[in-house]
Each structure stands twice: as C-alpha cells, then as structure tokens.
C-alpha cells in the first residue's frame, strides 16, 4: 500500500494569529520555538503579527483551545509510550484515501469538500486536519475509529479547502513575473489553512503593490500571510541568485534543483532526482543508471522545451558489478535539499542501517512513502518495504537526522528497483553510489 503523504504534509514555517493563546512548551530552545514575524490582512489592513515559528511542535493540544482530538481522553500523547510512525503514516494514508487527491494531475474528489489539508508530528504521535464542515469532521472520526487510543488526531477549524488554496496557489504564479516584489517563497501546503508568499523585503510600499496584483489575480488578501524570507545562496557553482520558491507540484520548473522531483532525458520516461553531488568540485545531481544515457543532455522537469535544460549525464553505471547510478553535470543551480523542504544534513553507512528500520524516499509518482528495511545484501543493495511505481526510479532514500522530523534528513541510499510480485522495492547504500561515482554528498 502506498504511503501516500504527497503534499498535503502541510508543514511550514509560518504562525496562525488564531493559535497565539496556545501554551508554549516552557524552556525550549529550539529554533522552532523562537518568535518570526508576519503579515496578514485583517479589517482592511495589512497587520504585523509574532508567533512561535512552528506552533504546532512548539504547543500541548490537549491544553489548548479550538483544539479536538478523539484520543487524548484515553492517552494523552507522550505520557506512556512513544508513539508507533508506522501507524501514524498508515493513519495518514488512509486519511489520504478517504479524502481521494490524485497528487500528480491535483484532482480532488468530494468526499470531503471542507477539507482544509493535514500535516503530522511523527514525535508526538499527531496528525493535525483542518475542516470546515461538522459531517466532514465525523467522516474523518469514523474511518479513524480503529486507531483510537494509539494516534491522536487534531481537528482545526479551517477557513478554506485545499483546492480553493491550491487555486489561488496556482494564480499567484504570475507574481513572480514582478520583479519588483521580490518573491522568494510561494506555499499553499502549509499548517495554516493558507497561501504563504514570502518577500525578500517587507515594506509599506511592498504590501501595498502586493495587494494591487493579489486584487488583480482575484485572490483574496485574507487568504494570504506574508514572511520577510530572504534566502541566500548556498555556495553552490551557476546559483548567483537566491529565490528558493516552494514548489507546487515535482513536475514543476524548479529552479535550484533538488531531490525528489521529475527530470527526463530523450528516449527515457520520467525519473526523480536523487541528490545533489560533487565530483572533482563540480556540481550536479545523482540519479539511477538506467533513467539516462551517458553524455545525453537531461531536463527538468521534462523534454519538452529546450529551456528546460539542466546539464549533461557524465557518468552511467548500470551492471550488477558497478550498480544502477548515474551523474548528471549541471549547468544551474542545485540546494542540498529534498522535496519540498528538507535539508540534508549527512549520511549514514550502510553499517548503521539495520533490518527492521523505518526508512522513507521522496518520488515523483508516489511522493513520500515509507516502509521498513528487510534486509541488506553483501553487494550492498537494500531490500524495503516501501511501494514505489514507475518514475520513482533515482529517488533519494533517507531518514530523518538525529531524530527531527520533517526539517533535517540523512541519506540511505538510491532507489532504483521495485518489485511488484513481491511488493517490495531496493535500494543501493549511500556508500555505493558515493565510492562508484567518486562524488562527495552535498549538505546544507
């Protein structure tokens, strides 16, 4: 079974005005924790606001009001057991089934038309779900039922459903276009049940133009939250200009490259980018062997316009000797992250993963899933769980870095094989793929 999280892991770095009388975990230092300032739109004007930057780890639900969650009553979260992520991420999926998103062409069924996204805190065994609509609420209760006790689920009254957002997402696109506002951050998955625009600078005058062409596009200034988020470049070769946008889809035009999203090379179907790597100081990204053909020139996300052109594969391997791999040479930017957000901090040796762990991998078809690692070959291919599906092939394998979720990673490995017989898919060790190609892992 798919663990189908796509992007609806609403996870971000923004505060809802609404949450500001929640109890803040006392004595935390984490950067999560800390205040950040932003805008929203509120009686005709824009209004500046402070808020832990990510109010739902830095916060205790069953202490808090506009919180409902049916399995605090039985057992609070983190007082008895830590909670199980396998059956959180199965919790989620099925909560993804119920709601009927097709991912990739952004379809949304009726099952739920309040529904205003989820987003999940693995550490505390959360899944936070906006709805609007009571008989939405109950649907999502009842098909839960049977995790009562073991996951605690969290309604929160939303004020938009997740196609309106993605609407408007869709729309403020063409904000882009205005150089002069300085967009660096556009989110409409995101824990506010909002669209997040990040600016490079905040101003007056910038909020004014802002709403002239947010007016214009027809979306709704309440709708909206804006961040000063400044981002600069991460010392990486063809990237002089920092304008990390947060992608809306993987078959987007993403502009720097990461892992986890589509790319193709004439004469091949669609494949997913691994990670980024150096090799002899040069920059590129990793990918499986038979994705590409060596000296062939690559896209992203596909071959139909030539401006889509990222850089040419250097290296192929594709034997049971050398393993599935290739190296693509890039000639724009890449960032040591993974789809949509996550920054890659290291690796770890096949010598520290052992059967029975949880690993995860980042797809173009199947997005994020999960599964457990069945055992590891002395040719150091991978065996897991995880059910991937055509066009994953040369997705980036990895956990979460010393236990912090959904914000830094380790990476395992590359997938590049699944078994449908089997319901299982491999992976090569990050050792393989590093030695083999002669590149070095790039970090943020």
């Not at 556009?186 to 910038?206: A, C, D, P």
Request: hydrophobic residues 35%; proline residues 5%; neutral net charge.
């Amino acid at each position: 079974m798919r663990w189908k999280l796509l992007g609806i892991l609403l996870l971000s770095l923004l505060i809802l005005g609404s949450f500001g009388s929640a109890n803040i975990v006392k004595g935390s230092n984490d950067k999560a924790c800390q205040p950040v300032n932003y805008w929203v739109f509120e009686n005709g004007q824009w209004v500046e606001k402070s808020e832990p930057r990510v109010w739902w780890y830095c916060q205790e639900p069953e202490k808090v009001k506009g919180f409902e969650g049916f399995a605090f009553k039985e057992m609070p979260y983190g007082l008895f057991r830590k909670p199980d992520p396998m059956i959180l991420h199965q919790a989620a999926r099925e909560l993804t089934d119920l709601v009927g998103i097709n991912g990739l062409p952004g379809k949304f069924s009726k099952n739920l038309p309040s529904y205003g996204g989820m987003f999940i805190n693995e550490e505390k065994g959360l899944i936070f779900v906006y709805v609007k609509d009571e008989k939405d609420k109950e649907k999502i209760r009842k098909a839960l039922e049977k995790y009562k006790g073991k996951v605690n689920v969290v309604f929160l009254k939303g004020k938009y459903n997740l196609k309106r957002l993605k609407d408007g997402g869709e729309k403020a696109k063409e904000l882009f276009r205005i150089r002069e506002l300085g967009i660096t951050w556009l989110s409409y998955q995101n824990s506010k049940n909002r669209l997040i625009i990040g600016l490079e600078s905040v101003s007056h005058r910038n909020l004014e133009l802002l709403s002239e062409y947010l007016d214009k596009l027809k979306i709704p200034k309440e709708a909206v939250i804006v961040e000063e988020i400044d981002l600069k470049p991460l010392n990486v070769e063809g990237y002089d200009k920092p304008s990390l946008i947060q992608p809306l889809s993987r078959d987007d035009v993403m502009r720097p490259l990461m892992g986890g999203i589509q790319f193709q090379v004439i004469g091949h179907n669609y494949c997913t980018l691994g990670f980024p790597a150096e090799r002899n100081g040069i920059t590129g990204m990793v990918t499986a062997g038979h994705c590409t053909d060596e000296g062939a020139p690559a896209y992203q996300p596909d071959t139909s316009d030539p401006s889509y052109y990222i850089g040419n594969v250097e290296i192929k391997l594709w034997s049971p000797a050398q393993g599935d791999m290739a190296w693509i040479k890039t000639t724009v930017g890449v960032t040591p992250k993974i789809y949509p957000y996550y920054i890659i901090k290291g690796y770890k040796s096949y010598k520290y993963q052992y059967v029975g762990s949880t690993v995860l991998k980042s797809g173009r078809t199947t997005g994020l899933t999960g599964g457990i690692i069945l055992d590891i070959s002395d040719s150091l291919e991978i065996r897991t769980t995880m059910e991937v599906a055509p066009g994953d092939s040369g997705s980036p394998v990895f956990y979460w870095w010393q236990g912090q979720a959904y914000k830094y990673v380790q990476i395992y490995g590359l997938l590049y094989r699944w078994d449908p017989d089997e319901g299982t898919s491999t992976y090569l060790s990050i050792d393989d793929v590093l030695n083999n190609l002669g590149v070095s892992l790039m970090t943020g």
